[in-house]
Nanobody, 123 residues
Framework: QVQLVESGGGLVQVGGSLRLSCATS????????MGWFRQAPGKEREFVAA????????YAADSVKARFTISRDNAKNTVYVQMNSLKPEDTAVYYC????????????????WGQGTQVTVSS
């Protein structure tokens, strides 16, 4: 069982920045691809960004591609997403997720999920 714990969420003004972190209990963290997803009230959970197990490949949704950057530190068993130029529509609960080896943009392909961290962007 892999446990994931997100942190770094909060309230930020439009145009501000936040960095979310996701710490994992995986003893073989370097074998897991990691993803970030978000869910706004009344909406389905959606893909934000993903990174392969090695960190060599990254993916991001078109809506955040120019503003969010995913990265990982395999020595710390942690994945990050740096979020810049935040907009009100970025307000959501952000979840990290893990699956073996290759990254995916699909929620259905991730086996492990964190509890989420709230990000609120105020105008």
């Amino acid at each position: 069982q892999v446990q994931l714990v997100e942190s770094g969420g909060g309230l930020v003004q439009v145009g501000g920045s936040l960095r979310l972190s996701c710490a994992t209990s995986a003893r073989t963290f370097s074998t897991y691809a990691m993803g970030w997803f978000r869910q706004a009230p009344g909406k389905e959970r959606e893909f934000v960004a993903a990174i392969s197990s090695s960190g060599g490949s990254t993916y991001a949704a078109d809506s955040v591609k120019a503003r969010f950057t995913i990265s990982r530190d395999n020595a710390k068993n942690t994945v990050y997403v740096q979020m810049n130029s935040l907009k009100p529509e970025d307000t959501a609960v952000y979840y990290c997720a893990a699956r073996k080896w290759t990254a995916s943009t699909s929620t259905n392909e991730y086996r492990y999920w964190g509890q989420g961290t709230q990000v609120t962007v105020s105008s």
